[in-house]
């Protein structure tokens, strides 16, 4: 069973950063992490869960306009961890934030970065920025 686990969250104020790290097991076999793309995604009290991030197999990242060109997604599959860069936080980035493994090998993200692709779940870590 595959399982995904958040760290990395915190209280910050606006304009600072953090690092979100997600360490992934339970994949049969080591290398197969690298055979499914990832995603962040994040959900705010009181609104729907959002995809704000995805990395593919072969690297191809897809951002959500809210925090393109201030978040980063990457990926070490030697060590199974996806990793989401925050820079240039608002308090509007304030959310529970979660990774998630999409559900089918091989497949891309896509640009609208969908809750329903992703099979697997990490519990979410908490991201509050504070004005």
């Known amino acids: 069973q595959v399982q995904l686990v958040e760290s990395g969250g915190g209280s910050v104020q606006a304009g600072g950063s953090l690092l979100l790290s997600c360490a992934a097991s339970?994949?049969?076999?080591?290398?197969?992490?690298?055979?499914?793309?990832m995603g962040w995604f994040r959900q705010a009290p009181g609104k729907e869960r959002e995809g704000i991030a995805g990395i593919d197999t072969d690297g191809t990242t897809t951002y959500a306009d809210s925090v393109k060109g201030r978040f980063t997604i990457s990926r070490d599959n030697g060590k199974r961890m996806l990793y989401l860069q925050m820079n240039s936080l608002k308090p509007e980035d304030t959310a529970t934030y979660y990774c998630a493994s999409i559900s089918r090998i091989w497949a891309r993200v896509g640009p609208n970065i969908r809750e329903a692709d992703f099979a697997y779940w990490g519990q979410g870590t908490q991201v509050t920025v504070s004005s």
């Open positions: 339970g994949y049969t076999f080591s290398y197969t992490f690298s055979w499914y793309s």
